[in-house]
């Protein structure tokens, strides 16, 4: 059953996983079960994704109710949060049954497949969602993994056809969408027919230690496509993926997109309007206006736009599609308005935002299309070694804010050695350095009755991060009233415009 470029068979096995709760594991567990696969797993703790999973027919343990393993099982599949001495890998060991991890499985089930894997720091769940709602407008039938939940997609999570169903590639095998993670090397396991790398930065230096060692791991993973006869094909940013180490002398075929008027794919896009063109050389591929904000979603929605036209989407489908995605959630999500407890007319977004990039880029975006009077940004740093690594990075990104509150950083992974090295403290102080208003506030309820006092008509609250911090976004709306209509001091520019500044000023002023 080892992963290999043959065909995975599912029917009839038995795949046993450990930490099924996941996204990524209960994404894998759903499609194999879909595709004949007996399915088993276990869990530490009950959530709505081990009800869904229940709720499917697949039997789910949690907790101490693991039962004991049997010689009937064929596979065990664990998430990357399953340490090795886990009882129950220790015991498969012992019954001889084959392990697998999520992303050693995830390649195995790549495999016979026209597996596409979008690779990249930032923007693989929203481009993985975008091309895959694409080719569902299209007709192409896609299986397809994503780390976040897309209502479009009716979750993150489908089983396509077989084979791809009609167009230039009409009987080669369905299309497979998966996002592919860098962390701990594991998309070093996908079999991808097409990638597509989206950018590539310092993260995970736990993990990888350096730049260096973050551009070898993605040269890695491209030199997994194959070769350009055998319908190998690499889409690399044309700046910011190092995408000469990454990408020279690369078997497969190998194209740029991106700004740059020497990109294979140029992209122009009108902030004002969300206006966007892709250009291949001279001629224009596609253009569109899209429900989605800031130029790295223009890139991200330019990606899938020419991966699915690669895949043999036809260009009036793929216009449509981008025109009415409407994103995955927990990315600059629109979480409704709503009045505040002192009265005050208030928007709220919520963001899994963890990285420098992704919260400056957020806020830019934020800024850019809402226009509001002020930006209160709750974000929670994810990780005490990724703040310390990037405490510089993080002190910068938040000069668009005009108020950032910080709860402590959310520990995981992290020794607690690492934990004692930085603290919430820290970052606040570095951002008041910088000239960004700042304070560091423990308990969620207290940053919520904070907001309750603090927020005030035309001000605009996105909380940021990829621990739970999304709770206090959700929370302040259930603890405010519904507006009845959008405030006038958020309905255009204009309007923003006519107010007294309170602090820095709209891009849009």
């Given at each position: 059953m080892s992963a290999s470029k043959d065909a995975a068979v599912f029917g009839g096995r038995h795949i046993h996983f450990i930490g099924i709760g996941g996204c990524g594991t209960s994404g894998l567990a759903l499609m194999m079960y879909s595709r004949g696969a007996v399915i088993t797993g276990v869990d530490q703790l009950a959530s709505e994704t081990t009800d869904a999973l229940t709720a499917a027919g697949i039997e789910v343990a949690i907790g101490a109710n693991n039962a004991p393993l049997t010689r009937a099982i064929d596979l065990v599949v664990y998430s990357a949060a399953v340490p090795p001495n886990h009882p129950s890998l220790v015991e498969a060991k012992a019954l001889g049954i084959e392990s697998m991890t999520y992303a050693q499985a995830l390649g195995w089930a790549?495999?016979?497949r026209t597996a596409v894997s979008i690779?990249?720091?930032?923007?693989?769940?929203?481009?993985?969602?975008?091309l895959a709602h694409l080719l569902i407008e299209a007709g192409l039938d896609p299986s397809v993994i994503v780390g976040a939940n897309c209502p479009q997609l009716k979750g993150g999570t489908r089983t396509g056809s077989e084979?791809?169903?009609?167009g230039p590639l009409a009987g080669t095998p369905g299309i497979f969408v998966a996002e592919a993670c860098e962390f701990n090397r594991s998309f070093h396991d996908h079999q991808p027919t097409l990638a597509l790398i989206n950018n590539v930065e310092e993260d995970h230096l736990?993990?990888?230690?350096?730049l260096d060692e973050i551009v070898k791991s993605f040269r890695h993973f491209a030199g997994n496509l194959p070769e350009a006869a055998s319908g190998g094909r690499l889409l690399i940013a044309h700046d910011g993926a190092h995408r000469r180490a990454v990408a020279s002398g690369l078997a497969c075929a190998v194209s740029t997109f991106g700004w740059s008027p020497t990109a294979d794919y140029r992209v122009d896009y009108e902030p004002s309007s969300n206006a966007t063109v892709v250009w291949h050389r001279n001629d224009e591929l596609i253009s569109w206006i899209g429900r989605l904000a800031g130029e790295h979603n223009a890139l991200n929605s330019a990606?899938?736009?020419i991966i699915a036209n690669w895949l043999g989407a036809d260009r009036d489908s793929i216009k449509r599609g981008l025109e009415n995605f409407a994103g995955v959630e927990r990315r600059m999500q629109d979480l409704g308005t709503c009045v505040t407890?002192?009265?005050a007319t208030v928007r709220v977004f919520d963001d899994y935002g963890h990285h420098p990039t992704e919260c400056e880029r957020t806020l830019t975006a934020l800024r850019t299309s809402e226009c509001p009077r002020r930006i209160i940004c709750v974000f929670q740093p994810h990780q005490h070694s990724r703040t310390r690594f990037l405490l510089e990075q993080f002190a910068k990104s938040f000069s668009l804010a005009d108020l950032v509150v910080v709860p402590p950083i959310y520990f995981v992974r992290d020794s607690e050695v690492e934990r004692t090295l930085v603290s919430s403290a820290d970052l606040v102080a570095r951002l008041n350095e910088k000239g960004t208003n700042a304070r560091a506030i423990d308990d969620f309820d207290a940053i919520g009755d904070f907001l309750q006092d603090e927020a005030q008509d035309g001000d605009l609250i996105v909380v940021m991060g990829a621990g739970p911090v999304w709770k206090i976004g959700h929370d302040f709306i259930k603890n405010s009233r519904k507006a009845r209509a959008t405030s006038p001091s958020m309905q255009s520019c204009q309007s923003?415009?006519?107010?007294?500044?309170r602090a820095a000023a709209s891009p849009c002023e």
């Open positions: 790549q495999s016979g690779a990249g720091t930032h923007g693989k769940s929203t481009t993985s969602a975008l084979s791809i169903p009609f736990d993990v990888y230690g350096s990606a899938a736009a407890r002192s009265g923003v415009a006519s107010l007294p500044p």
